[in-house]
């Protein structure tokens, strides 16, 4: 693995997985990197890249309580990824409809971002954030 990629890889699922990783290519700017095909329709297992970002889409399973935020009814958590032009990447996720949940804003953390929910519920923040700036007591927190 190269020393800029991740050792986390969020594992995303939905409904319709397969709609959902075209929407999110669409939208998001995302790459399919590796879909792999489930019985009547379904997604066993996926990867999509953007930039050093890997994340995996696979198809909910009540058999193994895999359920996308659609069927909960709402979601637990999110995703934040850095991307280095956030307005050119917030117009291309208007442009495909996303659901704006925080408009493209500077932060009071130094930032340059916006949340968007796609259709199924997942949270997404992208942004110039980086996490850390202040682990080293070089900022204020």
């Known amino acids: 693995?190269?020393?800029?990629?991740?050792?986390?890889?969020?594992v995303l699922f939905y409904r319709d997985a397969l709609a959902m990783i075209a929407w999110l290519e669409r939208?998001?700017?995302?790459?399919?990197?590796l879909v792999v095909p489930g019985?009547?329709?379904?997604?066993?297992?996926s990867e999509l890249s953007l930039g050093?970002?890997?994340?995996?889409?696979?198809s909910s399973n009540p058999d193994r309580q895999w359920r996308s935020p659609a069927e909960l009814?709402?979601?637990?958590g999110g995703l934040c990824?850095?991307?280095?032009?956030?307005?050119?990447?917030?117009?291309?996720?208007v442009a495909a409809g996303a659901e704006m949940m925080f408009p493209l804003k500077d932060s009071d953390y130094g930032s340059?971002?916006?949340?968007?929910?796609d259709p199924e519920g997942t949270s997404w923040t992208f942004g110039t954030y980086t996490p850390g700036a202040y682990w080293d007591g070089a900022g204020e927190g």
């Open 1 to 10: 693995m190269s020393s800029d990629a991740s050792a986390v890889y969020p």
């Open 73 to 76: 009814g709402g979601s637990s």
């Open 39 to 45: 019985e009547h329709g379904t997604i066993r297992h």
């Open 52 to 58: 050093s970002v890997v994340i995996m889409v696979c």
């Open 112 to 117: 340059r971002d916006y949340t968007a929910r």
């Open 81 to 93: 990824i850095q991307v280095s032009d956030p307005d050119a990447h917030h117009a291309r996720a």
């Open 27 to 33: 939208a998001f700017g995302f790459q399919r990197r």
